[in-house]
């Protein structure tokens, strides 16, 4: 398993603002994932964390609103940019260590509100 | 899109009772996993099965992938308040860990 710890926990943030969160492992991993969870709903896929390289997002989701860093195998953000209400939601980083294991573990959640 | 339908979307039982969750898609997955989350939590993995009729037991937590490796069900017996939560399946769409998540069944269990 795996220590996975998000930042900020929560945050209530204004509209056109944007929020930048940090995801940290406690151990080297090969895939990087983001979650959004809106209330009530289950989780759909932002986008894949790639080290060294773009992230690939899913369709729906634009970089220039969901930039994503992966600068090492330990570390990742997500900023979510010109925030308005609609980006209230729970946001989840997950990773999966070994290919084929299909094992993904998940933060325990930035629960972000726009005012 | 390959859509996992859960059912039922709730459910709210006695403790000591027995309850079924159901998954369901018209698309085959390579395998399946089961999350539990807990208000305030990120999901936490309960189980994940890769092999069409398999079964996994895990306590009073039985899970059973479909023979075609299109649905799956998670059955608990003498449901206990410790197992309220959210459930969640979610099929694997590649080998590299890319999901698709089922809407969830929120399970209450009153003592």
């Known amino acids: 398993s795996a220590v996975i710890s998000q930042k900020p926990s929560r945050d209530i943030c204004q509209r056109g603002t944007s929020l930048t969160i940090q995801c940290q492992v406690d151990?080297?991993?090969?895939?990087m994932f983001w979650y959004r969870q809106q209330p009530g709903q289950s989780l759909t896929l932002i986008a894949t964390?790639?080290?060294?390289?773009?992230?690939?997002?899913e369709s729906g989701f634009v970089i220039d609103k969901f930039p994503i860093s992966r600068p090492n195998l330990t570390f990742s953000t997500l900023t979510v940019s010109n925030m308005s209400p609609e980006d209230s939601s729970i946001y989840l980083c997950?990773?999966?260590?070994?290919?084929?294991?299909?094992?993904?573990?998940f933060g325990a959640g930035t629960r972000l509100s726009v005012l | 899109t390959q859509l996992l339908e859960q059912s039922p979307q709730f459910l709210s039982i006695q403790e000591g009772e027995n309850l079924t969750v159901y998954c369901n898609s018209s698309?085959?997955?390579?395998?399946l996993q089961w999350y539990r989350q807990e208000p305030g939590e990120g999901p936490v993995l309960l189980v994940t099965?890769?092999?069409?009729?398999e079964v996994k037991k895990l306590k009073r937590l039985t899970f059973q992938f479909g023979d075609a490796r299109k649905d799956s069900s998670l059955h608990i017996t003498a449901a206990q308040p410790g197992d309220t939560g959210l459930y969640l399946c979610?099929?694997?769409?590649?080998?590299?860990?890319?999901?698709?998540f089922g809407a969830g069944t929120q399970v209450v269990v009153t003592p």
């Open positions: 979610a099929g694997g769409v590649d080998s590299w860990g890319k999901f698709q």
């Open positions: 997950s990773v999966e260590f070994t290919s084929g294991k299909n094992i993904q573990y």
């Open positions: 698309s085959v997955f390579s395998s």
């Open positions: 099965v890769v092999t069409g009729g």
């Open positions: 964390a790639n080290q060294g390289s773009e992230a690939t997002y």
């Open positions: 151990s080297q991993v090969t895939m």
